[in-house]
C-alpha cells in the first residue's frame, strides 16, 4: 500500500474510529449504522411517531438528489431495508441545490417535522448534508427558539440552545459522495443566501453527524470542476489551519496540524493531476478522497481565515473550494513573515513535484511568501483552475467592494481573528483591500504588507 494512503488512513481511523466508515465500495454498511442511530433514544425531539410501537421499523428520512448518481438512492434503500429500516414517507426526499440555498434548508425542514423520523440520511455533496445539518437545527429548536436561518449564524449558539431547552437533534447520518468540504465529518453549515450571493456558517459541536459514510467509487461519476474544486479545498482546509495557528499553540497540535497538511497536500499535488486525466482512475479518486477527508479533520481542530471569507462573496461565481484556492496564493504572500515555518514545509511539497522552483528553506519574508505562491498557482493551472479573479466568468470589480463589505460583518469576525496576523473591521479596507485587488489582477506586487 501507497505510504501516503496508509498514513491518511491511519490519521482518519484515530480520529473518528468506528463511527466513519471510509474506502471503496462501502456503501452498503450504511444500513448497520442507521439501525444503530435510529434506536438511540431521542430526548425530547420528538422524533418518536405518537402511537408507534417498539416492534415497529425504525423510519429513516433520506434526503438526496437521487438522479446524480445513478442507482445511488436505490442502493441507500436497500441497505436500509435489509438493516430492517422504513423509508419516512415512503419516498426519497430531494437534496440541496449547490451551495446549500435556505430554501432548501426550509423544505427539509417541513419533511423532517411532518414524518418525526427516527434518523435522517443526508446522501450527497457538501450542500445536501450542510442543509440536513441547518433543517436538523430549525425542526428542533425553531419553535421555541427561532425558525429563521439567520439566528443560527455564528458559533456555539446551537449548543447553548439545546442546553437551555433539554432538546436533542435527530441523529444524523452523512452519506458522502463528493470529495470536497468534509462535510460529513465537521462542526459547519454553509448555507447561502441566493437573493444578495452571501453564504454564511453556523458552526457548532452539536451538528457534526453522529456516523458517516464515505464510498469513494461515488465520486467517480463527479464532473471534473466538481473534482477540482474538491481538490483545491483539501488544500485549503489544511493550509489554512496549519498557518493560523497562534503562537504558542501546544506542540501536539502544531505536530497534527503539521501531518495534516504534509499528508493532504502531498496526496492532492500528487493524484489530483491524474484524476483530472483519467476521470476513473480509481486509485487516484481514492487519494482525493482520503485528502479532502483530511481537510475536514484539519477543520475540526483550527480554523480557516482569508480565503475562506473572501469564498463566501464569490458563491455565485465559482465553486467554493476554487474560489479559496485562488485565493491562498495571495494571503500567503501577505502572511509570510509570520508564516515561514508553514510555507517552507507545504512549500516543500510543490517543489518535490516541481512547481516551485527556488528552494524555500533559502527564502525567507515577502520572497518565501511570492515563490510559495507562484507554485500554488502553477499547481492549480496544472489542474485547470483560475489564477486570477478577472479569470472567473462574470467577474467584475463591483465585487471588491462586496468582498470587502462582507469581511466586516460581526458573523465572521472569528475568521480575521483566525488569520496568522490578526485583523479587525477597521483595517479591512487598508489591508485586505489591496489583497482582493491583487487577486483580481493577478499580480502579486499589489498587495500591501502590514507593518
Known amino acids: 500500500m501507497d505510504e501516503l494512503f496508509l498514513k491518511a488512513k491511519n490519521l482518519l481511523s484515530q480520529w473518528k474510529g468506528d463511527t466513519y466508515i ?29 402511537g408507534r410501537k417498539s416492534s415497529e421499523p425504525c423510519l429513516a428520512l433520506v434526503v438526496c438528489n437521487a438522479g446524480r448518481i445513478k442507482g445511488l438512492a436505490d442502493a ?46 443526508a446522501v450527497g455533496g457538501g450542500s445536501t448534508i450542510d442543509a440536513c445539518k441547518a433543517a436538523n437545527v430549525l425542526a428542533v429548536l425553531g419553535g421555541e427558539i427561532s425558525p429563521e436561518a439567520d439566528h443560527w449564524f455564528g458559533t456555539g449558539i446551537v449548543s447553548e440552545a439545546l442546553k437551555t431547552t433539554g432538546k436533542k437533534l435527530y441523529p444524523l447520518i452523512a452519506v458522502e459522495t463528493a470529495a470536497s468540504s468534509g ?12 437573493v444578495i450571493g452571501q453564504k454564511k456558517l453556523v458552526v457548532d459541536e452539536a451538528i457534526v453527524p453522529l456516523y ?19 481538490a483545491l479545498d483539501s488544500i485549503a482546509h489544511c493550509f489554512e489551519v496549519f498557518s493560523g495557528l497562534p503562537a504558542g499553540t501546544p506542540k501536539e497540535k502544531y505536530d497534527l496540524a503539521a501531518s495534516l497538511t504534509e499528508t493532504a497536500v502531498e496526496l492532492t499535488v500528487k493524484y489530483a493531476p491524474r484524476v483530472i486525466k483519467d476521470p476513473g482512475d480509481m486509485e487516484a479518486r481514492e487519494a482525493i478522497g482520503m485528502s479532502t477527508d483530511l481537510g475536514g479533520y ?79 498557482a502553477a499547481f492549480g493551472k496544472a489542474i485547470g483552475a483560475p489564477a486570477a479573479l478577472k479569470d472567473l466568468p462574470k467577474w467584475n470589480d463591483g465585487y471588491i467592494t462586496k468582498i470587502l463589505e462582507a469581511a466586516k460583518d460581526p458573523q465572521l469576525e472569528m475568521k480575521l481573528k483566525n488569520m496568522p496576523a490578526p485583523m479587525t ?4 479596507d487598508e489591508y485586505m483591500g489591496p489583497i482582493i485587488r491583487a487577486a483580481a489582477a493577478g499580480d502579486f506586487s499589489l498587495i500591501r504588507m502590514m507593518s
Not at 454498511?29 to 433514544?41: D, H, S, T, V, Y
Open 212 to 230: 458517516s459514510v464515505f464510498d469513494y467509487e461515488l465520486t467517480a461519476s463527479m464532473p471534473i470542476p466538481v473534482t477540482i474544486d474538491g
Open 425 to 428: 473591521a477597521a483595517l479591512v
Open 76 to 121: 441507500v434503500t436497500d441497505s436500509l431495508k435489509e438493516a430492517g429500516l422504513s423509508l419516512a414517507g415512503g419516498v426519497v426526499v430531494p437534496g440541496a441545490g449547490p451551495n446549500a440555498p435556505r430554501a432548501d434548508v426550509y423544505r427539509i425542514e417541513t419533511y423532517i417535522l411532518h414524518h418525526k423520523p427516527d434518523v435522517i440520511i
Open 298 to 376: 484539519a477543520i475540526m481542530i483550527g480554523g480557516t481565515h482569508g480565503p475562506h471569507m473572501t469564498s463566501f462573496s464569490l458563491v455565485d461565481l465559482t465553486g467554493h473550494g476554487t474560489a479559496c484556492g485562488l485565493m491562498n496564493p495571495y494571503y500567503a504572500v501577505f502572511f509570510a513573515p509570520v508564516i515561514e515555518k508553514q510555507l517552507r514545509l507545504t512549500g516543500n511539497i510543490f517543489r518535490k513535484y516541481g512547481y516551485v522552483s527556488e528552494d524555500p528553506d533559502r527564502l525567507s519574508g515577502r520572497d518565501l511568501g511570492i515563490a510559495f505562491a507562484k507554485g500554488m
Open 22 to 50: 471510509f474506502g471503496r465500495g462501502v456503501l452498503p454498511q450504511l444500513g448497520k449504522l442507521a439501525k444503530k442511530a435510529g434506536e438511540i433514544p431521542a430526548v425530547s425531539a420528538g422524533s418518536a411517531v405518537p
Open 183 to 194: 462535510a460529513h465529518l465537521t462542526r459547519y453549515s454553509n448555507i447561502t443566501d441566493p
